[in-house]
């Protein structure tokens, strides 16, 4: 188990449903990030956050919508999403923007 | 905009046996760390190994090492004595640029055989 833990592990939810995607670190990092991860693409960097500031949106639709109220926590809020969005959502961390992360185990969201 | 190609979508390899994972990245800049990540089917992305572009020797870690070739571009992944628990999806990427983004390569599926 690595220092990166994500809630909930798998989700299921409705195109109208309204949920949260949450990541803890406990490894004192002070960059966090979200990737997406679908079957046969590359992992897709979604959000970074450094020092709780958003310093990067990799064109994101605005049904993901991500907050970082303190440099161990990360959500991704989740809204009216499409069936396309239905893939692997990994958290990691890193001490500096730029460090080797560590990565949490992921959600597996699937969006009926 | 930096690129990773990782040209093999699958491999596989005899226990025991040595294996090399190939990766090869385009960037401008002179300073910049390359990675190599391992996803087993648990899906905890774990990392293997890191190499600084600025280091001429290449990086160890106990049976992985890779081969970095700063002037090619290219920075393979050696694991030798393979063993049936190395058996995972296999990432190349890439960190640089004024942000020191992580660019990942499409990844390299690991079979090994007993």
């Known amino acids: 188990e690595t220092g990166v833990t994500q809630t909930p592990r798998h989700l299921v939810m409705g195109m109208t449903n309204k949920k949260s995607l949450k990541c803890e670190q406990h490894?004192?990092?002070?960059?966090m990030y979200w990737y997406k991860q679908s079957a046969k693409k590359p992992l897709e960097l979604m959000f970074v956050y450094n020092f709780k500031e958003q310093t990067e949106n990799n064109s994101v639709p605005s049904r993901f919508s991500p907050e970082c109220p303190n440099s161990s926590h990360l959500f991704l809020h989740l809204h009216t999403l499409q069936p396309e969005d239905s893939a692997l959502y990994l958290c990691?961390?890193?001490?500096?923007?730029?460090?080797?992360?560590?990565f949490g185990p992921g959600t597996r969201l699937t969006v009926l | 905009a930096q690129t990773v190609t990782q040209s093999q979508p699958e491999m596989s390899v005899q226990e025991a046996e040595t294996v090399t994972l190939s990766c090869t990245y385009d960037?401008?800049?002179?300073?910049?760390?390359l990675f190599w990540y391992k996803q087993p089917p648990s899906r905890q992305m774990i990392l293997v190994i890191r190499?600084?572009?600025?280091?001429?020797q290449n990086a160890t870690e106990n049976r992985f090492s890779v081969n970095f070739q700063k002037a090619a571009k290219s920075f393979s992944l050696k694991i030798s004595d393979s063993q049936l628990g190395d058996a995972a999806m296999y990432f190349c990427?890439?960190?640089?640029?004024?942000?020191?983004?992580?660019?990942f390569g499409k990844g390299t599926l690991l079979t090994v055989n007993p």
């Open positions: 990427a890439y960190g640089g640029g004024s942000n020191y983004k992580l660019t």
């Open positions: 190499q600084e572009a600025y280091k001429q």
């Open positions: 490894l004192g990092h002070n960059a």
């Open positions: 990691a961390s890193s001490l500096r923007q730029g460090d080797e992360q560590f």
């Open positions: 960037t401008s800049e002179s300073d910049y760390y």
